[in-house]
């Protein structure tokens, strides 16, 4: 694997976590304020990319290909 595609891989990684963690704030806030379903589907939805997380990165990254 390249250097640039490493680098680029780990930044899409990171952005995925940084995205994770604002939306997981927003969904404690939502909780707080008594909305338990939506703050139950922001939770499963973020479980469900954290599955797919290499997925998601590679899927990146060929359209990042594709476009340049």
């Keep these: 694997m390249s250097l640039i595609i490493h680098f680029s891989r780990s930044c899409s990684i990171f952005n ?3 995205i994770a963690a604002g939306l997981e704030e927003v969904a404690l806030w939502i909780e ?13 939805a973020l479980e469900r990319l954290d ?8 899927a990146i ?8």
């Design 51 to 58: 599955m797919n997380a290499n997925a998601v990165t590679t």
């Design 32 to 44: 707080a304020r008594g909305s338990e379903d939506t703050h139950e589907n922001i939770v499963t």
């Design 16 to 18: 995925q976590h940084a």
């Design 61 to 68: 990254e060929k359209l990042r290909q594709n476009h340049q």
